[in-house]
């Protein structure tokens, strides 16, 4: 149960985005590789307050992700029915939601380890980037999903840990709520629970 915790505490790290940064096919694997090894040495820094640690992590990761991406999948067919305005406000609640949750299990970590080990084409606008948290006892296998956002950009859109997608989880957490309550009750619910 403890390195589920640690688990998720580190695939939480590559959750945030911008969009400001191009990532390229050939490079998926090196940047990916870098930016990992900088997350891990910052968690391992002893002299810095969490919210220190927080802030440079943010930083760094900001570039990877595409949030709004993950946010119409996690909402599913529901996605569809909202204005650009209501987007706009679910997507900046699922994102506070998901950095809270990274923030709550940050003293979690004690020096896991991840380990890069194959990127695969599954189709020309789909990638898979396969790699193992590893701890004293354990090895995770965890899956980053790329899709093509433009002709020199490759961004994430899901994570798979153990075979569970982060994304399929929340849309089944989202789609049982929203078959009771509407979806301003789902926005007060979110915006509670980033509190």
Same mark, same amino acid.
């Given at each position: 149960?403890?390195?589920? +915790?640690?688990?998720?505490? =580190?695939?939480?790290?590559? &959750? ?9 096919? %050939? ?12 997350v891990i040495g910052i @968690? ?11 802030? +440079? ?8 992700? #595409? ?9 599913? $067919?529901?996605?569809?029915?909202? $204005? ?11 994102? @506070?939601? @998901?950095?809270? $949750?990274?923030?709550?299990? @940050? #003293? =979690? ?12 084409? =599954?189709?020309? +606008? ?30 994430? *859109? #899901? &994570?798979?840990?153990?075979?569970? %997608?982060?994304?399929?989880? *929340?849309?089944?957490?989202? $789609? ?7 979806f301003k009750d789902l =926005?007060? %619910?979110?915006?509670? %629970?980033?509190?």
């Amino acid at each position: 149960m403890y390195m589920k +915790k640690v688990l998720f505490l =580190l695939i939480s790290l590559f &959750v945030f985005s911008n969009n400001m940064f191009a990532l390229e096919e %050939s490079k998926i694997k090196e940047i990916m590789q870098a930016k990992i090894d900088t997350v891990i040495g910052i @968690l391992q820094e002893k002299t810095q307050t969490k919210l220190e640690k927080t802030k +440079k992590i943010f930083f760094i990761m900001d570039e990877v992700f #595409d949030y709004k991406v993950m946010s119409q999948i996690a909402l599913g $067919s529901d996605w569809k029915n909202l $204005s650009n305005k209501q987007k706009e406000e679910f997507t900046k609640l699922f994102e @506070l939601k @998901l950095k809270n $949750s990274y923030i709550d299990k @940050l #003293d =979690l970590y004690t020096n896991q380890k991840i380990e890069i080990d194959d990127l695969q084409k =599954l189709n020309p +606008k789909r990638i898979k980037l396969l790699t193992y948290l590893i701890g004293k006892d354990d090895k995770y296998e965890i899956e980053y999903k790329f899709f093509k956002a433009t002709e020199t950009n490759w961004l994430i *859109y #899901d &994570v798979n840990i153990i075979g569970v %997608s982060i994304m399929q989880t *929340y849309r089944q957490e989202f $789609s049982g709520y929203l078959k009771n309550n509407s979806f301003k009750d789902l =926005l007060v %619910s979110l915006s509670g %629970s980033n509190k």
